[in-house]
């Protein structure tokens, strides 16, 4: 696989000399983003599908065997229809919001490593871009909810800018611990610092495990998803920030929840779960049997095990109330975040640290 | 000391890793949707559905006009109208029944002396404008004759209990 990728880049850069660095990089977007566009119809289905099952009935079925042409249905659909633009909004922001909140959800990609160099782009600093990147997506939710000068989409746009903003805190500690453990901000190092004989048992969840889960929590919260989607309470907002947004407005902002999603799933495997490494890796007999399987493949399953998780939550718990929701980020996640930053600082000081 | 316990106790989230337990067995259990349209769920012979007035097997219809259904609908969902035929014997000259009203109570084929007025097992039909779910007399004839068949089974299931 990689020597392909080298002799693909040898050959490409012979051929065009300048241009080809635009070019591959171009190709290598396209080949990130399409699968994650992909991946976000079929979640949806695979939403609906998982809802279903837990509440004892089948979910979509009559679009495609098993309901495998949903998606395809659902996008046709939302793509014809007329996008309605109250005639009191401000225009140029209400149809700028939705492209500002997809924009930095496919551009946290770049930095997201799918197995061993296969990523766009190989960057040092590649915990904060993500931080950043991440942040960025309340933007468009805040330009949605004030450009559509409606009461609710302002209520959800507030709600979920507090909110966004106070779960980034617990967010960005569960980080400072990685970077302390892997002492690097480049995701692939991270995943490398990762690798060892002993499989999964080398992996970062093991020692940071109550960050691991005040991540994987934040990471619900970040992105707006049950149960703390506040932002788009149906029973007190009708829809929060996207109330007004139709058609492939909408759309857009449902594409920009569930990109988000998945990157939350994916940095949650390449932080904790050791990437593309194999689990039982150097394992007695389970490693031989295994060691075969490309990296991208575990990557792929640690994502969507995540994803479940996601979707488990929701058909789970009841949404929260929105005191509940701060005192959560504040008063609980950022003191244990706090706290295991230093425990995990001073662990690593003594003989005891084995990873 | 129960202070400390319900401290572990929510740090370790085990009441919310109950209430995934309890999902993800419904995640593995059987579905219990009916799938409409292909399948139907199972009717008892008391199924009250839409109505119908039957005849006696000679062809004459049952319904005397005693007004009973009209006196016990609830919904007011009963016209009736009445004359003497050429026979001589009492005869209705109109019965209508608005479905739009009717709550399906039963009450009417239960108070009927002659079991002229029955609901039959029939649920899907519809209207498709205003008035049409209006049924005059010869509709609910014309039902009748068409069922009689599955209106006398089901009469003939529920004398036993009677």
Redesign the interface.
Known sequence: MMELLQTIEQTGQGLLGPLWLPLWTLIKIVVVVAPIMGSVAYLTLAERK?LG??????GP?RVGYWGLLQPLADGIKLLLKEIIIPSSSNKFLFISAPVLALAPALAAWAVVPFGDGMQVSNLNAGLLYILAMTSLGVYGIIIAGWASNSKYAFLGALRSAAQIVSYELAMGFALVSVLLVAQSMNLGDIVRGQQGNYGLFGWYFIPLFPVF?VYFIAGVAETNRAPFDLAEDEATIVAGFHTEYSGMGFALFFLAEYANMILIAALASVMFLGGWLNPFHGWPVLGGLTDWVPGLLWMLGKMSVMLFLFL??R???PRYRYDQLMRLGWKVFIPLTLVWVVVIAAWMQTPFWLW | MKKIVSFFKSFLLLELLKGMSVTGRYFFAPHITVQYPDEKTPQGFRFRGLHAQRRYENGEERCIGCKLCEAVCPALAIHIEVAEREDGTRRTTRYDIDLMKCIFCGFCEESCPVDAIVETRIYEYHGEKRGDLYYTKPMLLAVGDKYEEQIAKDRAADAKYR
């Open positions: 998982i099952f837990m509440q004892v009935r089948p079925n889960v488990w939550f058909a789970t718990f």
